[in-house]
C-alpha cells in the first residue's frame, strides 16, 4: 500500500489538514449529507504493507488535536501523555489518524457548517447523529488516505464507544479495539446528566432556537453545561484533595453568591475556558448521539452477538481498562463488555487500575495505563 499522508516526526506539530468527501453520505436516521468535511490529523508515516495504523477516537469535548498544539488556544495536545516519540503510540513505530467527529466544530461537519441548499449555517436543521455515524464518517476517512485495515482503534470514553462500534460495524478492518473509561450503552443516569446540559444551553436566551451568531452565543448556558458535566468526570476523592472546603482568596465567609469556595471557582474558570473553544449547538448534537449509543439494541439486546463477527471471524483482539473512581463509566460496566466478549469468544484483557482522578483519569498521569496500552499494542504487532 502506497504512503497516503507525508511524514510528520515532530509530535508537537501533526498534520491539520481538511478533507471534503462528496455524498451523499447516508445517516442512521435515514438522513444523509450531501458532503462530508473532516478536519483531521496524522502523525508519522504509514508503512508499505498499511499494518501500522492507528486510529484515536476523541471523547466528547475533544478534537483531532490530539498530540499537537492546540490552533485555537494553544494548549498541548489532549493525549500527549499517551500518543509522542517514546509513549505507547509513537509516530516512530506508527502511522497515527486522529479525526474531529461528525457533528463537531473543529473541522468536521458539524450544526456550525454552511448548509449547501441555503447558504446558511444548519444550526438545528443538521441530521441528529449517532456515534455509528461518527465511526462511518473515519471510515470514510481512511478510504481517502488509502488506509484499509487498522492495527488498532483507540479511545476513551465516547472515544471508547467509537472503537468498540468499529469492532462492530467493520470487525474486517480492526485488529485489536483498547476502550478506556467507556461503556456499551449510555445510562439512564448519562443521559439524565446530558439533557441537564442541553436544558441550560437552550434555556440561554442568547440560544435563540440554534441560531445565535458569533456576536451573541449562549456562552451562560454552555458554560453551566460544561461546569455540570465536569463534576461528572471527578470523583468526590479528587475534589476533596484538591479543594476540600478551602475558600477562594479569602479568610471568612462572605455571605454572598460569588464563588467563594475554590471548587466555585474552578468550574467557573472550565465553564469559561471551554466556551471559547466549543459551539453549543455541537455540544447539543454530541450529547444526544452519546445518549443514543446501544451496541446491543440492534442485536436483539444481546452484547455477546454484537460481537460475534469480530470475535469469530476476524480474531479482533480487545482491551478494556477502567478506574476504581470513576462513577461516569465505573468498573460495572467495562465487565459488562468483558463478559459479552468472553461469551463471543473474543481475546480480551481486562485491567481496573486505582486512580483518585475518576472519570479523568485516562487523560492525566497514568503510567499504569501506559504500560497497559503498551504492551497489548506491541503484542498484536
Not at 488556544?73 to 509513549?87: D, E, F, I, S, Y
Not at 478510504?143 to 483507540?154: E, F, Q
Not at 439512564?188 to 451573541?216: K, L, S
Not at 469480530?310 to 459488562?336: C, H, I, M, N, Q
Request: aromatic share 10%.
Amino acid at each position: 500500500m502506497s504512503v497516503s499522508a507525508p511524514q510528520a516526526a515532530d509530535t508537537r506539530f501533526g498534520l491539520d489538514r481538511r478533507v471534503h468527501l462528496p455524498g451523499p453520505f447516508a445517516l442512521a436516521s435515514g438522513q444523509s449529507l450531501m458532503g462530508l468535511d473532516i478536519g483531521y490529523e496524522t502523525y508519522g508515516t504509514l508503512a508499505p504493507d498499511g499494518r501500522n495504523a492507528i486510529l484515536i477516537c476523541h471523547a466528547l469535548t475533544g478534537d483531532q488535536h490530539v498530540a499537537s498544539l492546540h490552533p485555537r488556544t494553544g494548549k498541548p495536545g489532549w493525549w500527549q501523555r499517551l500518543v509522542g516519540a517514546g509513549k505507547p503510540i509513537d509516530p516512530e513505530r506508527h502511522f497515527i489518524i486522529c479525526a474531529n467527529v461528525l457533528g463537531g466544530c473543529s473541522g468536521s461537519s458539524g450544526p456550525g457548517s454552511i448548509d449547501p441548499g441555503t447558504g446558511f449555517p444548519y444550526a438545528m436543521a443538521f441530521p441528529v447523529i449517532t456515534i455509528s455515524d461518527m465511526v462511518e464518517a473515519q471510515a470514510a476517512l481512511l478510504d481517502n488516505l488509502g488506509v484499509g485495515t487498522l492495527m488498532a482503534v483507540v479511545g476513551g470514553s465516547m472515544g471508547g464507544m467509537q472503537a468498540l462500534q468499529w469492532a462492530v460495524s467493520h470487525p474486517d478492518r480492526v485488529r485489536s479495539v483498547v476502550a478506556l473509561a467507556t461503556a456499551a450503552r449510555h445510562s439512564a443516569q448519562n443521559i439524565a446528566f446530558h439533557e441537564v446540559g442541553r436544558q441550560a444551553i437552550m434555556a440561554d436566551p442568547a440560544w435563540a432556537g440554534g441560531n445565535y451568531t458569533a456576536d451573541c452565543q449562549p456562552v451562560a448556558g454552555l458554560a453551566v453545561a460544561r461546569m455540570a458535566a465536569h463534576i461528572t468526570y471527578l470523583s468526590e476523592q479528587g475534589l476533596t484533595a484538591r479543594f476540600g472546603r478551602r475558600l477562594q482568596d479569602r479568610e471568612a465567609l462572605g455571605f454572598g453568591f460569588d464563588a467563594e469556595f475554590q471548587v466555585e471557582s474552578y468550574l467557573r474558570h472550565q465553564g469559561l475556558a471551554f466556551v471559547e473553544r466549543f459551539d453549543a449547538n455541537s455540544y447539543l448534537y454530541i450529547t444526544r448521539a452519546m445518549d443514543y449509543f446501544d451496541l446491543a439494541a440492534p442485536h436483539d439486546g444481546v452484547l455477546a452477538k454484537a460481537f460475534s463477527s469480530a470475535a469469530k471471524d476476524f480474531g479482533t483482539r480487545f482491551a478494556l481498562v477502567s478506574f476504581t473512581t470513576d462513577w461516569l463509566y465505573p468498573t460495572a460496566e467495562s465487565k459488562r463488555i468483558v463478559s459479552a466478549l468472553n461469551a463471543a469468544g473474543a481475546a480480551v484483557s481486562f485491567c481496573e487500575l486505582e486512580s483518585p482522578h475518576g472519570h479523568d483519569a485516562f487523560l492525566l498521569e497514568a503510567p499504569e495505563m501506559n504500560r497497559v496500552v503498551d504492551g497489548f499494542l506491541r503484542a498484536g504487532a
